[in-house]
């Protein structure tokens, strides 16, 4: 059976052994209590007399030394303070449907409450609970929460994808600096690099290819700026990583990409089985399992100025 993060409303397995952090205006910390507690037990003060020096009611002090006379130590934590027992508690049965129909078809407090015949403020509390209260912390997919891998080791997982960029000129392009200004800087770049030119004679900036190749334990990346995607680029890009990588000490156990042609190729298959890798793509339709590589790749034109939204 799936369990949430909400493993008390699911299973009702809660530890009897809670420790909370006192705050920082409390009289009584752990250790105080502790000293004061000896003083009426081990030293045999009087309780009012123990309690007038650490400026508490000697009831306070009474009940410190109750319990270090039971527990010892370990019992100047502090406790839980949850109910023993909660009668109108919402009940295991209906939590795990509250996260069925959050997780399955990702409805929201009122949908559920009204299909369950319950308060919205319930089910809210509920998935809040379960931390499930926002859709951004389930897959847009399936429902479920997102779940976050790490292999153990440098070179055990490569992520490789490519990012298409379309080249901006020398100065600037159109959208920044207006179609007058940016007219003139396509015409003097591709004058200066002799670039290719339309059949009307307009200059053509044409497209760069970023193939990233970001390692999974250490998000170490190696970026390789290309003018296509094909299979031999693909390949030659694979080798340049791997003796990157090889220097810094990481030997590669295997790659991960999407099912892109170049990725799909015989030539891309035997590079893999040449340099010792075991090649591995993604599900279809699913790009988030490749998530890390395109995530990086954001990061990386965020940092250059190309995009100025948030990645």
């Not at 010892?72 to 109910?83: E, K």
């Not at 209906?94 to 319930?122: C, F, N, Y």
């Not at 004058?191 to 334990?217: E, I, N």
């Amino acid at each position: 059976m799936k369990t949430s993060r909400c493993g008390v409303e699911l299973s009702k397995n809660r530890s009897d052994q809670e420790v909370f952090v006192s705050h920082a205006n409390a009289v009584l910390t752990p250790i105080t209590r502790l000293r004061l507690a000896r003083l009426i037990v081990d030293e045999g003060w009087a309780p009012a007399r123990a309690a007038e020096r650490y400026d508490v009611s000697w009831r306070t002090a009474a009940k410190w030394a109750e319990r270090y006379r039971q527990e010892g130590p370990a019992g100047m934590a502090d406790r839980s303070c949850a109910p023993h027992r909660q009668p109108n508690r919402t009940p295991a049965p209906v939590v795990r449907k509250i996260v069925h129909l959050r997780w399955k078809q990702r409805l929201g407090p009122i949908q559920i409450g009204d299909r369950l015949d319950m308060p919205a403020s319930t089910v809210h509390a509920v998935l809040v609970r379960c931390r499930l209260n926002r859709l951004s912390q389930v897959d847009r997919v399936t429902g479920e929460p997102t779940r976050r891998y790490e292999h153990d080791k440098p070179g055990d997982l490569l992520h490789i994808d490519v990012k298409k960029l379309g080249r901006v000129p020398d100065g600037g392009g159109w959208r920044y600096l207006g179609r007058q200004q940016g007219k003139r800087n396509r015409h003097l770049t591709a004058t200066r690099t002799a670039g290719p030119r339309s059949k009307w004679g307009q200059p053509l900036m044409g497209t760069c290819y970023l193939h990233t190749v970001l390692d999974d334990h250490s998000r170490v990346a190696y970026v390789e700026a290309r003018e296509d995607e094909t299979k031999q680029t693909a390949a030659e890009v694979l080798r340049n990583a791997v003796a990157w990588f090889a220097e810094r000490g990481v030997t590669v156990q295997r790659v991960l990409t999407d099912n892109g042609g170049c990725y799909r190729s015989r030539l891309w298959r035997d590079t893999c089985d040449e340099l010792g890798i075991t090649p591995k793509r993604t599900r279809p339709y699913r790009p988030q399992t490749n998530g890390k590589v395109c995530e990086e790749s954001a990061v990386v034109l965020h940092r250059s100025g190309l995009t100025p939204a948030k990645v």
